[in-house]
Structure formats: C-alpha cells, structure tokens
C-alpha cells in the first residue's frame, strides 16, 4: 500500500477502501454462481475498475501538476499546509518547488536606521543623480551618518539606484537618423503661435515619480497645454502637443530636444 501511494500519489485511505470493497466482492465470488454469477468476471470488473480509477487519477494529478507549474512561485508556496494528510515533501513534489526554496526565509528586513538613511540618499540623489558611492557616503558623513562607500553601494542595489554620469559614445548619433536644421538661429519671435517649445521634467511624490510634459508659446510664455503621465512613453507628449493644436491651432516651428517621445517613428 505504501508502495501503491507513492508511485501514484493516492492516499492509504483510498487505497483502504478499494481494497475492503474488492474483498467482500471476492468474498461474494465464492457464493453459489446463481446468486453472484461468475466470480472471475467480477474479479476482473473489478480489476479494470480499479485500474481505470487510478489511470484517472493519474491523469488529473499530471494536469494539475502541469498547469499549476505556470504559476508563481509565491503563489505555489502558499498553497503548502502544514497540516495536511500529504508530507511537505510530496506537496512540494506536487506544486514542482525545491523543498529548499520553500524552508527558505531571505535576511532582508530594515530597521528604522536604514529607513532614515536610504531617505537621505533618496533626496540627496534626486538633487545629485551624478554622485557615486564614494560621493553619496561623504555627503551622509558630513550630515551625521556614520557609513562607508560600501553600505552605500548596498543601499544603491535596494533601491535600483546608478550614478548618472556620461558613457563612452553617448554621443555619436545613429547614422539612419534624420537630421532636422535648427530653425530658430538669428529668427526674431515678434508673435504667438510662431514658435512653441515642449520638455518634460518629473514631479517627485511620496512612493515614486510622474512625469509631466508642457507645450509653451516662446512669445508670449504661455503654457497652452500639459499633460501628466507614470512613465516616459511617448503617449502623453502626443496627447499633449494634440490638445493644444485643437485649441490654438498649428505653429510655423514646433522645438524640442532630440528625446525619443519626440524623435520616434511616428505614423500619425
């Protein structure tokens, strides 16, 4: 029975209760033929019986196992009991998670001195996006911390934060981009809607950022639409400059900077 059960991943009771049931069918075999009619047929009945229930079992537990595979793994985790009938072994075999996985509980729990000095390096990198480690660790020094360069670079990699500074070959552009000429040299703006501009800059909030884009007359300095978005997709730029098309009409030049929410392959 033990054998049975875990090849096939049915439990004792089950496997309990077929055999109980095959026993009195047996048992009724050895009546008079009249009564029971041929025992060896009802054997056999009951053989493929009990065959074709454990090829269906069979069959729902490799699907599950399957589909639940698909799953993440937290999720799979905590369908784990602890106080089931099956052991943690064979529900971790079941759910496919390594037992080591699952017993394992990752060290990655903050006190309130991490909490106050990723703080400060969250203010002082919005202010300085260009400090590395060792600049980041003697601007906290000289507010009172005591760290190294080191614990910086470890609270850098929990909080996803890079030294923002230029890259080798930043600068070479792409040679199958367009060059647009700079229409605004020694160009004298004496009226609205002769000359609109765009940027975006970002508003810091309490668990992140969102980005907002402006289009301004130059003339007159007037925001004649904004728009505000939780990424840096082009969407929002398009909605924008749309939007202020439809209440003042075209400008003769429109400037922006080269980003790609202004450069992009757009077929509008």
């Not at 109980?20 to 019986?49: A, R, V, W």
């Not at 991490?114 to 601007?139: C, F, Q, V, W």
């Not at 500074?165 to 792409?174: C, D, G």
């Not at 639409?225 to 209440?247: G, K, R």
């Amino acid at each position: 029975m033990a054998q049975i059960s875990g090849k096939y991943v049915i439990h004792t009771t089950q496997i309990t209760n077929w055999k109980e049931q095959g026993i009195e069918l047996l048992i009724q075999g050895f009546k008079s033929s009249k009564s029971t009619g041929d025992p060896n047929h009802q054997q056999q009945e009951l053989i493929k019986n009990l065959y074709e229930q454990i090829g269906q079992l069979t069959l729902e537990r490799d699907w599950l196992k399957k589909n639940l595979s698909y799953l993440d793994l937290k999720v799979r985790c905590s369908m784990i009991s602890r106080d089931h009938q099956l052991t943690i072994k064979q529900q971790c075999k079941l759910l496919n998670i390594n037992r080591a996985t699952y017993y394992y509980k990752p060290n990655n729990s903050l006190d309130e001195n991490d909490l106050n000095i990723m703080t400060a390096i969250d203010e002082l990198y919005s202010m300085h996006p260009y400090s590395g480690t060792r600049r980041m660790a003697k601007y906290l020094q000289n507010q009172g911390f005591n760290i190294q360069h080191k614990g910086i670079r470890r609270y850098y990699r929990i909080m996803e934060l890079k030294a923002v500074y230029p890259k080798m070959n930043l600068s070479k552009r792409n040679q199958a981009h367009k060059v647009y000429p700079c229409l605004l040299k020694d160009l004298d703006i004496v009226y609205s809607n002769k000359v609109w501009c765009a940027d975006i800059t970002y508003i810091r909030l309490q668990h992140g950022f969102v980005y907002l884009v402006a289009i301004m007359d130059w003339y007159s300095r007037y925001i004649l639409s904004w728009c505000v978005s939780i990424t840096l997709e082009h969407d929002f730029c398009v909605e924008a400059l749309e939007e202020a098309i439809a209440i003042y009409g075209e400008s003769q030049i429109f400037n922006t900077d080269h980003g790609n929410q202004y450069a992009f392959n757009s077929h509008m």
